[in-house]
T-cell receptor
Framework: SQQGEEDPQALSIQEGENATMNCSYK?????LQWYRQNSGRGLVHLIL?????REKHSGRLRVTLDTSKKSSSLLITASRAADTASYFC??????????FGAGTRLAVHP | SAVISQKPSRDICQRGTSLTIQCQVD?????MFWYRQQPGQSLTLIAT?????????ESGFVIDKFPISRPNLTFSTLTVSNMSPEDSSIYLC????????????FGPGTRLTVL
């Protein structure tokens, strides 16, 4: 299957802690994107990292990409209860089609 | 980013009927896509909606079951035909292109329940 793999499947932390989610893929990619989904609603785009980039920051988010290992990670620092959601990586190998990872369910407890 | 709307936001339908989902974006985009998210699962691409020509379907999805229209650069519809309970899912459209380079933005989704 071309679907990306994410781990952990579920993550439970306390407010203020950091959350790290990992994504792996099997094909060559043009870019990799991370999305958040709250309670089965639409996806919110978080960050895009291109294949020639190694790290990107956006607010409390930090994304890394290691093309040699075909993996990416999303770090959320100083988590808040409002960060509770499912997080998906999605990669594009061509023709703009996105292939999604299985997702990580993050629960942040006050 | 783009403002993307979908109608309806949710629906409950009877087996054997069809439902058409609309996707409207506030700017012209090159690419529009339709995804399905089955309960508790990730997203799977159904098809690429091509403006002025037939949609391009992914393996496992066929036009008779999921006819798609794209009459212009800001609008597309997905029909779920002859529905069965297995079609209960969230259906999402996404857009890319125009002034939205590389990044795909998603609509709020349509939650479909088939009884």
């Amino acid at each position: 299957s071309q679907q990306g793999e994410e781990d952990p499947q579920a993550l439970s932390i306390q407010e203020g802690e950091n959350a790290t989610m990992n994504c792996s893929y099997k094909t060559s990619i043009n870019n990799l994107q991370w999305y958040r989904q709250n309670s089965g609603r639409g996806l919110v785009h978080l960050i895009l990292i291109r294949s020639n980039e190694r790290e990107k920051h956006s607010g409390r988010l930090r994304v890394t990409l290691d093309t040699s290992k075909k993996s990416s990670s999303l770090l959320i620092t100083a988590s808040r209860a409002a960060d509770t959601a499912s997080y998906f990586c999605a990669f594009s190998g061509g023709y703009n089609k996105l292939i999604f990872g299985a997702g990580t369910r993050l629960a942040v407890h006050p | 980013s783009a403002v993307i709307s979908q109608k309806p936001s949710r629906d409950i339908c009877q087996r054997g009927t069809s439902l058409t989902i609309q996707c409207q974006v506030d700017s012209q985009v090159t690419m529009m896509f339709w995804y399905r998210q089955q309960p508790g699962q990730s997203l799977t691409l159904i098809a690429t909606a091509n403006q002025g020509s037939e949609a391009t379907y992914e393996s496992g999805f066929v036009i008779d079951k999921f006819p798609i229209s794209r009459p212009n650069l800001t609008f597309s519809t997905l029909t779920v035909s002859n529905m069965s309970p297995e079609d209960s899912s969230i259906y999402l459209c996404s857009v890319e292109g125009g002034r939205l380079t590389d990044t795909q933005y998603f609509g709020p989704g349509t939650r479909l329940t088939v009884l």
